[in-house]
C-alpha cells in the first residue's frame, strides 16, 4: 500500500479506529540467517493519536520521535526512503501468524529463530508501533495486493 492510499483509508482528518492487517519479514539470529521468517498479524487500531496523549503517558516523559521524521503528523513517520504507519493497538486485538520458510509454526517455535533479545520483545509502550507501508495488507475495508 503506498501513502497516499492509506492516508484516504484511514481517513486523516482525526483519530480513527479500524481493521489493520500487516506483514513482516523479522531478520533471524544468525545461526538462521538461511531461513525466511515472517508474521502475519492483524489488529484493531487507532490512527490520528497523539502518543503524549495516552493514558499510559501520564508520568513518563515524551519528546521527539525516537527516530526517523515525521512525513505527516501524527500519521505517517518517514526513515531512510522508507514510510511507516504510526498505529495504536487495541488490547487485545493483535493476531498473528507465523511462519519459518513458509510453513505455519507456533509462537515458541519461531521465537527459536531469534536472537533471546528479539524472543524477549514486550509489548510497545500504549501498543504504538509503526508499520512499513510497503507491508500493509489492508486498512478498514481497503486490501493492498
Given amino acids: 500500500?503506498?501513502?497516499?492510499?492509506?492516508?484516504?483509508?484511514i481517513?486523516?482528518?482525526?483519530?480513527?479506529?479500524?481493521?489493520v492487517?500487516?506483514?513482516?519479514?523479522?531478520?533471524?539470529?544468525?545461526?538462521?540467517?538461511?531461513?525466511?521468517?515472517?508474521?502475519?498479524?492483524?489488529?484493531?487500531?487507532?490512527?490520528?493519536?497523539?502518543?503524549?496523549?495516552?493514558?499510559?503517558?501520564?508520568?513518563?516523559?515524551t519528546g521527539e520521535l525516537p527516530w526517523g521524521t515525521w512525513?505527516?503528523?501524527p500519521f505517517?513517520?518517514?526513515?531512510?526512503g522508507q514510510?511507516?504507519?504510526?498505529?495504536y493497538t487495541v488490547d487485545g486485538t493483535v493476531k498473528t501468524t507465523y511462519y519459518v520458510d513458509g510453513f505455519d509454526v507456533t509462537r515458541d517455535e519461531f521465537n527459536a529463530y531469534l536472537t533471546p533479545s528479539a524472543a524477549a520483545a514486550k509489548?510497545?509502550?500504549?501498543?504504538?508501533i509503526t508499520?512499513?507501508?510497503s507491508g500493509l495488507r489492508m486498512v478498514g475495508a481497503a486490501v493492498a495486493a
Fill in 1 to 9: 500500500m503506498d501513502t497516499q492510499d492509506y492516508l484516504t483509508a
Fill in 11 to 19: 481517513n486523516a482528518t482525526g483519530v480513527n479506529s479500524l481493521p
Fill in 21 to 61: 492487517a500487516w506483514q513482516s519479514e523479522v531478520k533471524p539470529a544468525a545461526a538462521y540467517k538461511a531461513h525466511t521468517l515472517i508474521k502475519q498479524s492483524s489488529a484493531v487500531v487507532m490512527t490520528g493519536v497523539e502518543f503524549a496523549n495516552l493514558a499510559v503517558n501520564s508520568d513518563r516523559e
Fill in 71 to 73: 512525513l505527516d503528523y
Fill in 76 to 80: 505517517v513517520v518517514t526513515h531512510k
Fill in 83 to 87: 514510510d511507516y504507519a504510526r498505529l
Fill in 123 to 128: 509489548r510497545p509502550v500504549g501498543g504504538t
Fill in 131 to 133: 508499520v512499513k507501508m
